[in-house]
């Protein structure tokens, strides 16, 4: 019952209220960041998809804490949703200062990460440990790709991915260190694609 009430309330905060961070947004001390019109426009798109990678990992930790019968390993997804949480606010603030809005398909979003993670658990915890891992790589070479596409003087998001991708980086590290499964090429292809689709989506819509 515990494990319910803290997924359904894990929906309701990421979807419908203000997301508060525990740790100061990151900023690089002395840099200013003024952006021209289209600049601006592609900063608030990228961030926009990384507000909804952001949404679906709240929903895939509270997936997979639900599934799990390892009181361990469940405070374990909790953690790192918790540790998502500052993620979501930064971006979340972000869009605001950008002029930006969050995906309108966001609770869609949701539903499908939420699917997929008590899909991952169903097959138990090391199989939902390695989806862990996959999708923490693969958000991380996305991030990475990011601060490759963001506009250079953007200098308020590029602080914020840095740190996101230094923390994707450890809670793939820590699920990997827990027992994660290495998953099937063939499945990692799919979510790579999933992963594609979301983010064409979400960086217009």
């Known amino acids: 019952m515990d494990a319910l009430i803290n997924a359904a309330d894990s929906a ?5 209220a203000k997301p508060r961070a525990s740790r100061a947004c ?26 909804v990678g952001e949404v679906c990992a709240q929903a895939l930790y509270a997936s997979q804490a639900l599934c799990t019968r390892n009181p361990e ?4 997804f909790v953690k790192a949703g918790r540790e998502e949480d500052d ?24 539903a499908g990460a939420f699917g997929l993670g008590w899909l991952a658990g169903r097959l138990g915890d090391q199989a939902s440990l390695g989806f862990v891992v996959e999708t923490e790589r693969q958000v991380e070479a996305h991030l990475a790709c990011h601060l490759e596409r963001l506009p250079e003087g953007d ?19 820590e699920a990997q260190s827990a027992g994660a499964l290495s998953l099937p090429g063939p499945v990692k292809a799919l979510m790579r694609a999933a992963a594609k689709v979301m983010t064409t989506v979400a960086h217009r819509v």
């Open 73 to 76: 390993l469940r405070r374990h």
């Open 26 to 51: 990151p900023t690089v001390p002395g840099q200013s960041t003024e952006l021209s019109a289209p600049d601006k426009a592609l900063a608030g798109a990228l961030m926009r998809v990384n507000h």
């Open 155 to 173: 200098h308020a998001s590029r602080a914020i991915v840095a740190q996101m991708k230094d923390d994707e980086a450890r809670h793939a590290q």
């Open 87 to 110: 993620h979501l606010a930064w971006t979340r603030e972000r869009l605001d200062e950008l002029g930006a809005r969050p995906s309108l398909l966001n609770p869609l979003w949701y």
């Open 12 to 16: 309701l905060r990421t979807l419908f």
